[in-house]
Structures are given as structure tokens and as C-alpha cells.
């Protein structure tokens, strides 16, 4: 079955405390991965794109990188503003080209 | 900001009224995207627009409607709806619904039924 798991559910990290949070998935004919950033409220906020394995993307904190079963988003030295749930999604298929959405991870950074 | 303008931005409605949301996007995509999210859980497909026909409809009810009058623009029309419906809805959109590059979201609709 055509699956993607994101993992941790939620973490709590200390400001400046780095992480990763995973994105595994079971599909047929991978044509992308995207992460997505979502605060309280508003919509996902597109992030980054991984189309092969051994693809690497960095923005400010975030580091996301991609093998043939999963993607890691490492959070550098995070600061409060990146609390927010964080949403891989990934793409599929030929034809048929379908979304798959993760569970998210719930990202909470005390100061 | 996002590139993709979803009004209005909360909605409150009775069971039997009639309301619609709105889409509009300006970035020149030909494929657009109606999702409905729950609190704390993923985005679910509802309907797909490609060069303004419906493609997908992932066997939602009739009391849903959608619409897409032009390139830019996309609508929701509601009729009827059950306490249920209330949730976010999101409008994406992107290139082309067979190209490989990224959904970008605009940032809902909070819909509340009473």
C-alpha cells in the first residue's frame, strides 16, 4: 500500500537543541518530495523539493535530504519562529501523478 | 505572503444557507486544487482543475460544488452543509497537474457550521 509516515508525532526542543525529523514512504515511481512548513491557521507553506536520492536543499535552519525510502528535515540551532507543524508530501505515479500527504510533525522550540 | 488569495478568510454558516469561497491565483498555473484539512491532520484531496476542467473528484458530496470560471480563478459553492463540513479549506495550485513541481497553498478558509 502507498504509504508516508512522518516521525516524530510532535518534538519539544530547547532553542539553539538541533534535530531531524523523518518522512518515510512506501510508494511505486517516486517523482518528488516536498516538505512544507504550517502555522496555526494558515496554509502549508511550500519548502523544498527532492527529486532523487542523494539530493540535498538548505534554507537558513533547515537542511532536508532524501534517500530511496525517506527524507530527513535537520533543524540547525532552531530559534522559537520555527515551532510550526512540518508536512512532507510525495508525489507519485505515472498518469495518474498523485499527492500523498504525511501526518506532519508538531515542532514546538522554547526559548 | 502567498501567491495564491483564498477569500473570505472565516465563514460562518447555518445548515441551510448558501455560501461560496473563493480562489484566485495569478502565477500563470494551469492546475488547481481544492483540499479540506481537519484540526491536526494532513490536507485531503477534494477536487482537481486542469486547464479549467474538472479532472479529479474524490467522491465528494453533491452539497460541494466547485467551479472554475478562468485560469486564475477557482470557486467553491456550498449548499446545505452538515456540522461535520467544518474545517479548513485550502486552494493550491501549480504549473500543470502532470509536472513534477510543487503545490503552492494559499492560506484557507476557516468554514464554522451551526
Known amino acids: 500500500e502507498d504509504q508516508v509516515t512522518q516521525s516524530p508525532e510532535a518534538l519539544r526542543l530547547q532553542e539553539g537543541e538541533s534535530s531531524s525529523l523523518n518522512c518515510s514512504y512506501t510508494?511505486?515511481?517516486?517523482?518528488?518530495l516536498f516538505w512544507y512548513r504550517q502555522d496555526p491557521g494558515k496554509g502549508p507553506e511550500f519548502l523544498f523539493t527532492?527529486?532523487?536520492a542523494g539530493e540535498e536543499k538548505e534554507k537558513e535552519r533547515l537542511k532536508a535530504t532524501l534517500t530511496k525510502k525517506e527524507s530527513f528535515l535537520h533543524i540547525t540551532a532552531p530559534k522559537p519562529e520555527d515551532s510550526a507543524t512540518y508536512l512532507c508530501a510525495v508525489l507519485y505515479g505515472g498518469a495518474t501523478n498523485k499527492l500523498i500527504f504525511g501526518t506532519g510533525t508538531l515542532l514546538a522550540v522554547q526559548p | 505572503d502567498t501567491e495564491v488569495t483564498q477569500t473570505p478568510k472565516h465563514l460562518v454558516m447555518g445548515m441551510t444557507n448558501k455560501k461560496s469561497l473563493k480562489c484566485e491565483q495569478h502565477m500563470g498555473h494551469r492546475a488547481m486544487y481544492w483540499y479540506k484539512q481537519k484540526a491536526k491532520k494532513p490536507p485531503e484531496l477534494m477536487f482537481v482543475?486542469?486547464?479549467?476542467?474538472?479532472?479529479i473528484n474524490e467522491s465528494v458530496p453533491s452539497r460541494f460544488s466547485p467551479e472554475c470560471p478562468n485560469s486564475s480563478l477557482l470557486n467553491l459553492h456550498l449548499h446545505a452543509l452538515q456540522p461535520e463540513d467544518s474545517a479548513l479549506y485550502l486552494c493550491?495550485?501549480?504549473?500543470?497537474?502532470?509536472?513534477?513541481?510543487?503545490?503552492?497553498f494559499g492560506d484557507g478558509t476557516r468554514l464554522s457550521i451551526l
Open positions: 482543475y486542469s486547464y479549467e476542467k474538472l479532472s
Open positions: 493550491a495550485s501549480r504549473p500543470r497537474a502532470n509536472s513534477n513541481q510543487p503545490q503552492h
Open positions: 527532492l527529486y532523487s
Open positions: 510508494v511505486s515511481g517516486l517523482r518528488g
